[in-house]
């Protein structure tokens, strides 16, 4: 309760009444709208934001006026750390949909129900010919009934963290009314660093949809070409799909973590990306 006084002021706290009375202020601004007295607090001080509350009154403060606003003072300072975590966890999703909206592919975010939860502007394209997927009230369906069946059985599995899906996750062909090749490439965001992206959108799996052309190189392949990548760099590329964190791709490659992350320094100054995560997009908007 201390510590609650210690951040409560009242006009007498910084000024003396004798003394507030006898200035501009309080004879310009103050008496004229019939304040007698006022007590605040600030409730939040940060860098670039800052909140209080100031209750001017009509009758001199007293301590029973001091014991309730204290008492109310942890309850406002909860209502803006929530708030706070709106904010962010807005900003986060709005990053992710500028990120999707830029990626070639038709990109889907689903619930273990196929419920569509996100479409970047090529989904939404995609559902509106109707010719590989479509949409079955919010609910994304594969045109061709052995494809729909597979991916329903796949955003299941997700949910439930089957390992059957994989990490890289698992790649269903569809095929078009004119015979032409596709595959609906379904990663799980139920664990790792895609949990986040999930938990944003309530949803369990991402769909990737691009048309696949004869002979077409592999994501991967075609960033190592873009980019001209070393044989180690496409390995170790490679493994940032697989494993979470430096010292997980060391293990999986049998490397030391002072190769790997030279490996990465020379990944990222190729590709100018800064993160992991960034690599990854990269492959999937090829």
């Known amino acids: 309760m201390m510590r609650q006084q210690n951040v ?78 709106f904010d962010q966890n807005n900003a986060t999703e709005k990053a992710l949909t500028e990120t999707l909206d830029h990626v070639e592919a038709a990109v889907f975010l689903v619930d273990a129900n196929a419920g569509i939860t996100f479409a970047n502007d090529t989904a939404k394209k995609m559902l509106g010919q109707g010719t590989l997927v479509r949409k079955e009230g919010n609910a994304l369906r594969a045109v061709a009934p052995d494809a729909n069946h597979t991916l329903l059985s796949i955003f299941v599995s997700a949910e439930k963290g089957d390992g059957s899906v994989g990490v890289r996750g698992v790649a269903v062909p569809l095929t078009d009314m ?27 799996a991402a769909v990737f949809i691009r048309k696949i052309a004869p002979n077409a190189l592999s994501p991967l392949e075609g960033v190592a070409k873009l980019y001209k990548l070393t044989a180690s760099e496409v390995r170790v590329f490679d493994a940032v799909l697989k494993a979470n964190g430096i010292k997980a791709i060391a293990e999986l490659l049998g490397l030391s973590q002072a ?12 590709t100018n990306t800064s993160r992991q995560s960034g690599l990854i997009k990269l492959v999937a908007g090829i």
Do not use: C
């Not at 509350?53 to 750390?81: D, E, F, S, W, Y």
């Not at 190769?259 to 190729?270: A, G």
């Open 8 to 85: 409560l002021k009242s006009d007498e706290d910084i000024m003396p009444a004798s003394e507030l009375v006898k200035t501009r202020f309080y004879k310009e601004w103050v008496k004229p709208q019939g304040i007698v007295s006022a007590l605040a607090v600030n409730l939040e001080k940060g860098v670039t934001r800052t909140s209080l509350i100031n209750i001017r009154t009509a009758v001199p403060i007293n301590q029973q006026m001091r014991r309730r606003l204290g008492i109310l003072v942890p309850h406002l300072q909860r209502a803006i750390a929530i708030g706070r975590l």
């Open 178 to 204: 004119s015979g032409e090749q596709w595959f609906a490439h379904v990663l799980p965001l139920t664990s790792g660093r895609r949990q986040q992206a999930g938990n944003n959108y309530a949803a369990v």
């Open 259 to 270: 190769t790997v992350k030279t490996h990465l320094q020379s990944l990222f100054r190729k």
